[in-house]
């Protein structure tokens, strides 16, 4: 069964701090995808980001940096000099290549502090 | 170039009720999905549309059914209202069936009482 493990509830940092939300998920297939999605309190999901298992590259995008290891399930994903508008709660999510149903994990809420 | 609506944003129910939830796709996508997010929890996948016929379905019971029509949008009937179906329901659409990335809409807040 296809399982997504995002062991830090609640996650309360000052402003300018790094910060990095853990993802760990089970899953039997090969070929996968796994994304990151951010849900500020108006409760919209905004799309993040979309790996392919088979693409092990770090990425960063700006502030944001994602670390995939196949060989522990992990993707990380690392918020450089957060602000205050990254407060939200953050999903991970796991999906089959074919057919696209995202299983999400619990949810990480980050809270920012000026 | 409109995103994933829904409509309504809020919705009140009774016990027992049937409520309807609707969900425009956004422009040139033309699978939908629906997803029941409880407080406090992650979505859960209910099911997913894709040439007017349902294609994935998640853990959910018969009560919970939906439908595509010929221009993508896509409604979520949900029958004898429980008070347990009080969550946040989200339409998501993308394109060619999970080949690419889904798009969320903003939510139809339900609340049973």
């Known amino acids: 069964a296809q399982k997504v493990t995002q062991a830090q509830t609640e996650i309360s940092v000052v402003e300018k701090e790094d910060v990095t939300l853990d993802c760990v998920y089970e899953?039997?297939?090969?070929?996968?995808?796994l994304f990151w999605y951010k849900q500020p309190p108006s409760g919209e999901l905004v799309f993040l980001i979309r790996r392919n298992s088979f693409d092990e590259q770090n990425e960063i995008s700006g502030r944001y940096s994602w670390n995939f290891q196949k060989s522990t399930s992990s993707f990380n994903f690392t918020i450089t000099a957060s602000q205050v508008v990254d407060s939200a709660v953050y999903f991970c999510a796991l999906s089959e290549i074919q057919g696209g149903k995202l299983i999400f994990g619990q949810g990480t809420e980050l809270s920012v502090k000026p | 170039d409109a995103g994933v609506t829904q409509s309504p944003t809020h919705l009140i129910k009774t016990r027992g009720q049937q409520v309807t939830l609707r969900c425009s796709p956004k422009s040139g996508h033309d699978t939908v999905s629906w997803y029941q997010q409880a407080l406090g929890q992650g979505p859960q996948f209910i099911f997913q549309?894709?040439?007017?016929?349902?294609?994935q379905r998640g853990n959910f019971p018969d009560r919970f059914s939906g439908h595509q029509f010929p221009n993508y949008s896509s409604e979520l009937n949900v029958n004898a209202l429980l008070l347990g179906d009080s969550a946040l329901y989200l339409c998501?659409?993308?394109?060619?069936?999970?080949?690419?990335?889904?798009?969320f809409g903003p939510g139809t807040r339900l609340t049973v009482t």
């Open positions: 998501a659409s993308s394109l060619g069936q999970g080949l690419y990335e889904q798009y």
């Open positions: 899953t039997r297939d090969t070929t996968y995808y």
């Open positions: 549309y894709y040439e007017e016929e349902e294609r």
